[in-house]
C-alpha cells in the first residue's frame, strides 16, 4: 500500500511541477485566466480571488513582493544596501519577483545593475558575485552553464533591508556551525 501512495505523491508532484512550468512562461496578468479555464475543465470552481493582486503575493510568499510595484532604481533606492554583494541580492530578488528572471549570468547582472537599477559600475562583477554566492551566501549556483540565482539566504536579507541590524542577525544565523575539530599532532 506504501508503494501506491508513493507514486500517487509522485505523479502529484510531477503535475504540480509541469503546471507551474508552464505557467512561468505566461505574462502574470494572463495566469489567472488559464488556471480559472484549467480547473473548470476538470470540474473544480476556481476560487473568486484568483485575479486579485493579494493572490500573487500570498503564492510569492507574503511579503516577498513588498515593493515590487515601482521601477528597479526605486526599488534598490528604497532597500538601501550597505555594500556591492546586498545590492547584487537586490537585483537578483527584483528579477526572479518582479520580472520572472530567476538566473543570471554576471555580464546580466552588470547590466541591471548600471542600466536599470541606475547604480555606479561595479569594477568586477565577477568577484563581487562570487563571493555574494560564496562567502555570504546570498546566491545560489543556477542550473545552466555560468548561471546564479538568488538563494533563500538572500532572498531573507532583502526582506529585512534596510533595517541593517536585522541583516546582521540574518548574516550571523547563517554562519553558525561548529569548528572544524583540530588534528592530533604525531609523536
Avoid at 119 to 144: C, E, H, M, W
Wanted: hydrophobic share 30%; proline share 4%.
Amino acid at each position: 500500500m506504501a508503494k501506491k501512495d508513493s507514486l500517487q505523491l509522485s505523479a502529484k508532484l510531477k503535475a504540480i511541477e509541469v503546471i507551474v512550468k508552464e505557467l512561468q512562461k505566461l505574462d502574470e496578468s494572463d495566469r489567472p485566466d488559464v488556471i480559472s479555464f484549467a480547473l473548470k475543465q476538470v470540474g473544480l470552481t476556481p476560487p473568486t480571488n484568483l485575479n486579485s493582486p493579494q493572490s500573487d503575493s500570498s503564492i510569492a510568499g507574503g511579503s516577498q513582493s513588498a515593493g515590487l510595484d515601482t521601477s528597479m532604481a526605486d526599488f534598490v533606492k528604497n532597500k538601501n544596501p550597505k555594500n556591492e554583494y546586498q545590492r547584487v541580492a537586490v537585483i537578483a530578488y527584483y528579477r526572479e519577483y518582479k520580472q520572472n528572471r530567476k538566473e543570471f549570468k554576471n555580464a546580466e547582472m552588470s547590466q541591471a545593475n548600471t542600466q536599470e537599477a541606475r547604480q555606479p559600475k561595479i569594477s568586477n562583477i565577477t568577484d563581487v558575485v562570487t563571493k555574494a554566492r560564496d562567502r555570504y551566501k546570498f546566491l545560489t549556483k543556477g542550473t545552466g552553464k555560468a548561471t546564479h540565482q538568488l538563494s533563500t539566504h538572500g532572498a531573507d536579507i532583502v526582506n529585512a533591508l534596510p533595517d541593517q541590524e536585522s541583516v546582521k542577525k540574518l548574516i550571523a544565523g547563517a554562519k553558525s556551525r561548529k569548528p572544524r575539530k583540530k588534528k592530533k599532532e604525531k609523536k
